[in-house]
Each structure stands twice: as C-alpha cells, then as structure tokens.
Nanobody, 130 residues
Framework: QVQLVESGGGLAQPGGSLRLSCAAS????????MSWARHTPRKGLEWVAG????????YYGDSVKGRFTISRDNAKNTVYLQMNSLKPEDTALYYC???????????????????????WGQGTQVTVSS
C-alpha cells in the first residue's frame, strides 16, 4: 500500500534551517508529482512547495519563496524540503503528499489546493522559536 513517511522536523531557531524528508513506497514514485503542505489551527492548510514527477519544475507558496527548496531523488523514492531562514510563522505540521498526475497544473490552481493529491503522510512538526 502507499506509504509516505516524513522525517526531519523539530525545533529550530529563527533564521535557522531544517531539512524535511519524505520516504515514499507502494507506488511508482517517479510517475507522480509530489507536494509539501502545512497546517496550523490559525491558518488552516497552506500549500508550501510542489515538484513535478521528473523534478524539472517546482512550485512555491508566496510565503516561502526564496527560503524553501523542494527536490526529489527518484532513485531513492524520496522528496525533500530544505527550509532556510526559518521564521516563527513557519511553525506548523508539515505533510508530504502525492499528486495524482505527473504534473501540477498552474501555480494558481496548485496554491489554492485545486490539484488532486490522493495520499498524505502522518506529518512532522516544525517549531521555530527562540
């Protein structure tokens, strides 16, 4: 069965960095786009970063652009999220999620959650605090 297992979350200081990993199994990883999303009680679900199946195109939410980098290693069935210059407002539960297609459509549709994602990991908590 499909499994997405996130790791790498934890406590970071403002201005610091963390790298999240998502190990995927149970499907042909290189055939599907992947995304990271985060949830907070105040803001709800926010789409953070996305990457198409072959890694040739990436998408970022406005709040993380220039600070976060998504990448994938199709040989290792893993997607990563490098988070730099962390801010307290990045504190959230971060989820890895599998898209239903190779591509992610327009960034406008993706950022508003209109691109189908059918499997989600259990989430990893990121807390940014001094």
């Amino acid at each position: 069965q499909v499994q997405l297992v996130e790791s790498g979350g934890g406590l970071a200081q403002p201005g610091g960095s963390l790298r999240l990993s998502c190990a995927a199994s149970g499907f042909a990883f290189s055939d599907y786009a992947m995304s990271w999303a985060r949830h907070t009680p105040r803001k709800g679900l926010e789409w953070v970063a996305g990457i198409v199946s072959d890694g040739s195109d990436t998408y970022y939410g406005d709040s993380v652009k220039g600070r976060f980098t998504i990448s994938r290693d199709n040989a290792k069935n893993t997607v990563y999220l490098q988070m730099n210059s962390l801010k307290p407002e990045d504190t959230a539960l971060y989820y890895c999620t599998k898209a239903t297609k190779r591509a992610l459509g327009s960034i406008s549709l993706w950022s508003r959650g209109y691109i189908d994602h059918d499997y989600w990991g259990q989430g990893t908590q990121v807390t940014v605090s001094s």
